[in-house]
């Protein structure tokens, strides 16, 4: 019985010296290998798939490094000030305001995915696909304000004008 105990021991002594991330980890292998076990129930796979997916977000949210308060203040006052910033772009610079406020959108919106991911509400492979996206919008918005730019005066000095041909 002593050689079951002490061997008890150093399993338990073992998981323990591991993080966290690798226990939960770990817990998730376990569940998986219930799974893989060759079962005449087909239930209990499912249950033990169920189960380690529900885990893996569980222990996301767990591992959550902004309570819900302060990410709900936080994306609150993001917004707010996108919203004022694109008011104060429309009264005052009433020919690019568009461009500027899409811009403004955009960030707002990679900001409030960013304190998603930080209360873990978002994962990070989301995140990127919203940044990517924003990036895209915004460079496509910055190219086509680039082509309807105004001419250079003095490029404009440079061309011989219709009076002179």
């Known amino acids: 019985m002593s050689a079951a105990g002490k061997s008890g021991k150093k399993a338990t002594a073992s998981k323990q010296s591991l993080s966290l991330s690798d226990q939960a980890h770990q817990q998730i292998l376990d569940y998986l290998r219930v799974a893989s076990e060759n ?9 033990a798939i169920d189960l380690a997916k529900n885990r893996s977000t569980f ?3 767990q591992t959550a490094r902004l309570s819900p308060t302060l990410t709900l203040l936080a994306c609150l006052l993001i917004l707010g000030v996108a919203g004022v910033s694109c008011w104060y772009f429309y009264i005052n610079y009433r020919d690019v305001a568009p461009i500027l406020s899409m811009i403004v959108i955009g960030l707002a919106l990679v900001g ?24 895209s919008k915004i460079s496509g918005i910055l190219s086509r304000s680039r082509e309807h730019t105004i001419p250079d005066p003095a490029e404009q000095d440079s061309r011989p004008s219709q009076d002179e041909a």
């Open 39 to 47: 079962s005449g129930h087909p239930e209990i796979r499912d249950a």
């Open 112 to 135: 409030v995915c960013l304190f998603a991911m930080f209360a873990g509400q978002l994962s990070q492979a989301n995140f990127v696909v919203v940044t990517k996206l924003v990036w």
């Open 59 to 61: 222990q996301q949210k």
